[in-house]
């Protein structure tokens, strides 16, 4: 990316998170209810919007209307993780037929730390972390000098809170803030550059497999817990394999939120079930687009 299109960009970025902040209570609101065939007013009513308002503002932010926003993320679902079985899922991932999305072809240095280091929660690394936009709201950034570590998401609690989340797994890491750093990796993450930086995985080794196997489920697909946590190697173990999702310190690029219930329903995601509906919702725009399927929103 050259230097003169990156302000560009990086504004962009903050308009889609100030717009993201906007829309959250509506998405939040729509992550329960998106099966009730909801009205633009409904929605409307729960950003505190007028519905005028809310279509401009949430069409800037997704890229497409409420409505096509919201089919898609209902066709999405009505599909099902498991609808064409595991087997074509694994047939996809392997030939690599998930689309352009470099999310697949992230290359994970899990080697960047130590098992050791690990154990020690993070002693003796260095991590620098920022925060900069997303379209998912203001992100915070951890990095190592091996690739990225942490990418999660500031709340009405507000940074100190975030920071505070991250830095409990692995409190003996040597911190120093870095803001420029975090933006450029925001705008590498975000900005649609296809250079997102390798991935560090530091955790316990059944986390990291079940890290590892939310990376196997394509763009625009969900699969159930039981699935991750066969591919992770621990078939049955749905608890184990739950509590490993909601540990993931890399959202959105360790896609977690693409795991949902076996009966298709959105459940807990450690960012908000707004922000996972969001990125359901954005992935199954630009893989599925929408079908007139009777939705009312509009």
């Known amino acids: 990316m050259d230097v003169e299109t990156r302000p560009r960009l990086l504004e962009l970025l903050h308009e889609r998170s100030g717009d993201f902040a906007r829309m959250q209570a509506a998405l939040d609101w729509l992550a329960h209810n998106w099966r009730a065939r909801p009205t633009l007013e409904a929605a409307a009513a729960a950003a505190e919007l007028s519905p005028d308002h809310f279509q401009r503002v949430f069409t800037r932010w997704a890229g ?31 030939a690599g037929l998930s689309g352009p999305s470099r999310l697949h072809d992230l290359f994970i240095a899990h080697e960047g730390v130590t098992p050791g280091q690990a154990r020690r929660r993070g002693e003796g690394v260095e991590i620098a972390y920022g925060y900069a936009p ?17 990418l999660g998401f500031v709340d009405g609690e507000g940074d100190a809170a975030a920071l505070e989340d991250l830095r409990r ?8 803030r870095d803001d420029a750093l975090a933006e450029r990796v925001a ?43 066969a591919w992770a190697g621990k078939p049955g173990a749905y608890r184990a394999t739950g509590g490993a999702i ?26 908000g079930l707004g ?24």
């Open 187 to 229: 705008l590498d993450v975000f900005g649609e550059s296809g250079n997102a930086p390798p991935l560090v995985l530091i955790g316990p080794p059944f986390q990291v497999q079940v890290w590892k196997a939310l990376l196997r489920i394509p763009v625009g697909r969900t699969v159930s817990y039981g699935q991750v946590a």
């Open 246 to 271: 909601g540990a993931n310190p890399i959202s959105y690029l360790i896609p977690c939120h693409r795991a949902i219930a076996a009966d298709g329903r959105l459940t807990g995601y450690h960012w």
């Open 169 to 176: 797994r692995w409190p003996a890491a040597s911190w120093m």
């Open 64 to 94: 497409v209307s409420p409505k096509t926003f919201t089919q898609a993320l209902a066709h999405a679902h009505a599909r099902g993780s498991l609808e064409a079985g595991a087997s074509v899922l694994d047939a996809t991932y392997d």
């Open 275 to 298: 922000r996972k509906a969001a990125m359901l919702g954005r992935e199954a725009v630009g893989a599925h687009g929408a079908k007139d399927d009777g939705f009312s929103l509009t």
């Open 134 to 150: 997303s379209p998912f709201g203001r992100a915070l950034i951890a990095m190592t000098p091996k690739g990225l570590c942490g």
